[in-house]
């Protein structure tokens, strides 16, 4: 009698959530059914890996709006199985050899501190990769779950043409990979308290693709309520490759490469990419337009379409003040334009060939002659009478960061500002080991910090730590400065809080001042970027070409 009496109180202790007796594993009972994790013995944290948060559809419909998670009556084992979403594997760098990809790859992973806490704060980190590569377990967040008490949420959302095809039509509406990362926020608000976690306290992280992804769904009427901060490192919703100019025209261009010629016809093309195989698409992958773009990215939606994503382009929201304004971490790299160095080879000297060919895929001109009058006053402006070459490297760098990373970014936030939002945060990172940080050129190296460095540096991004080395007692006290900072954000809505040993930092106001400078010395400075801000806003307030949505799609003709 007594055995069974026992039987079924570990029955119900496991139901109800508690450690089992060997303390390394823990059940959770959630809305989907109970969820079984496991203790990380390094970390003294629980892991919950491969959670399915909604359903990608298949077939015909793979296009389209995620489909609702499953249940189950039977505990989920939740290991890790190396679920990613369909991408090109040769040019992805991410990947380790132990990922598979399957269609249906709309999973999520849960961090949790051993403790029986309740009501935790939540980070939902929005994993980058250009919009064409990535997932959510490329990177760790261990270390920052250990120290700082908070649950960290990481997951997988449908990536390149899976996630971003936009004709306007019924089975490729647009914005599926954004969709999904809505529904990963609705299993948030529905699931995490059952892990531990508070959906009343809810902050969205992301870095580069994630970065843009975050700040797009700060403007989704989509994801009203679902989240309360948010901390975009290095993308911002307006970046040139952050939100598809001609969404139709690039699906055109694209079909043409498989020898698909009958773009003309929406249905044919809807047809084309709806039953050819996704693996002929996941197998071209380019990453070096010179442009400033990189693939299939979100796109304006028709507002025909039922619950689109975005309706209108993201200058004209912010223009209209008509989102959701919430406090905002907000800043990038001095030096975001090292991602391009791997090209300096060849387009130094493209570049003193015809510079035209670099300016920024959002810019649209009356002319060729007016193109090249823009594009040689902003060689001018970056490289003055020099050519592009070893002696201006530094100036290559600066374009690349600016017309991608930071003039977007900061014309971004000076709306955010102008539509009433008094609580942006803005910081410049910066930091450099002693000796330098290699460009990818050569031997050259630089004083500065490369694309989503701040990210790195706070959690565990194995990928990019580079040849390795121990981290000088500097670069640890950086991390901690930069853990401490954003853990203070997630809590109290302020990066730095009364009586903290930092500077005190205050939200951004006119002119992009103050920012944080946060490298060798962190000290509270004035605007960030000004000139060069200044002198792109002139730019684009003649020439920026705002995104449109694809045009409707004529009736389709009825089968006799």
């Known amino acids: 009698m007594w055995k069974t009496c026992y039987f079924l109180f570990m029955v119900l202790t496991c139901i109800n959530g ?23 013995p390094d970390y003294n944290i629980f892991i919950f890996k491969n959670i399915p948060y909604a359903t990608a559809p298949t077939g015909k419909y793979r296009f389209t709006a995620p489909l609702p998670a499953p249940a189950w009556l039977d505990t989920f084992d939740a290991v890790d199985n190396g679920t990613i979403c369909p991408q090109n594997a040769d040019k992805n760098m991410l990947r380790t050899g132990r990922e598979q990809e399957a269609e249906n790859c709309l999973i999520a992973n849960v961090y949790v501190p051993n403790t029986k806490v309740k009501k935790l704060p939540v980070v939902v980190y929005v994993h980058g990769g250009g919009f064409q590569i990535g997932y959510g377990a490329v990177f760790t967040p261990k270390q920052f779950v250990k120290n700082k008490q908070v649950i960290e949420v990481t997951f997988n959302y449908r990536l390149a043409v899976h996630g971003f095809l936009c004709l306007g039509t019924e089975l490729a509406p647009g914005n599926a990979g954004m969709k ?47 989240f309360h901060r948010a901390i975009p490192e290095s993308g911002t919703n307006i970046a040139p490759w952050a939100i598809e100019v001609d969404p139709l025209e690039k699906a055109k261009k694209f079909a043409k490469l498989f020898n698909f010629t009958n773009v003309d016809d929406t249905y044919a ?28 990215a979100p796109c304006v939606e028709r507002a025909a379409i039922e619950e689109g994503f975005i309706t209108d382009s993201p200058l004209n929201i912010l223009k209209s003040g008509k989102f959701t304004k919430v406090p905002l971490l907000y800043g990038f790299a001095n030096m975001e334009g090292l991602i391009r160095m791997i090209f300096f080879e060849t387009w130094k000297d493209d570049m003193n060939k015809k510079f035209s060919d670099f300016l920024p895929a959002d810019l649209i001109f009356d002319n060729e002659e007016q193109k090249e009058e823009v594009a040689t006053n902003v060689k001018q402006f970056y ?15 600066d374009y690349f960061s600016d017309v991608m990373f930071g003039y ?7 709306l955010q500002k102008e539509a009433g939002n008094n609580k942006i945060y803005l910081y410049e990172y910066s930091f450099a080991e002693k000796g330098g940080n290699p ?15 701040q990210s790195t540096a706070i959690l565990d991004w194995p990928f990019f730590l580079g040849p390795e080395r121990e981290a000088s007692e500097e670069y640890k006290e950086m991390k901690k400065i930069l853990s401490d900072t954003w853990h ?24 992009w001042s103050p920012h944080m400078s946060l ?3 962190v000290e509270l400075r004035g605007s960030l970027l000004e000139e060069r801000a200044r002198f792109w806003d002139d730019i684009y307030q003649l020439y920026y070409r705002n995104p449109v949505p694809p045009p409707s799609p004529p009736a389709r003709h009825q089968e006799l």
């Open 269 to 296: 093309l809807e047809n084309f990419y709806t039953t050819s195989p996704l693996e002929l698409f996941t197998s071209y992958l380019k990453l070096d337009e010179k442009d400033s773009t990189f693939g299939f």
């Open 439 to 453: 460009t990818g050129y050569k031997d050259y190296t630089v004083n500065g910090a490369n694309h989503c460095a």
């Open 18 to 40: 508690d450690t089992d007796n060997s303390n390394e594993v823990k059940i959770v009972k959630t809305p989907q059914g109970p969820v079984r994790g496991y203790r990380d």
């Open 383 to 397: 490289f003055g009478d020099q050519p592009v070459g070893v002696d201006t490297m530094l100036a290559y760098i």
């Open 519 to 521: 490298g060798r010395v």
């Open 180 to 226: 999904d990362q809505v529904a990963l926020l609705r299993w948030v608000k529905k699931n995490i308290a059952s892990y531990g976690g508070n959906p009343e306290d809810v902050t969205i992280v992301g870095s580069s693709a994630g970065s843009a992804s975050v700040d797009l769904l700060l403007l989704s009427p989509a994801a009203k309520g679902l």
């Open 408 to 414: 977007p970014a900061l014309r971004s936030l000076k």
């Open 488 to 511: 203070n954000f997630i809590t109290t809505d302020k990066p730095v809080p009364p009586g903290s040993s930092l500077p005190a930092w205050p939200p951004m106001g006119e002119a």
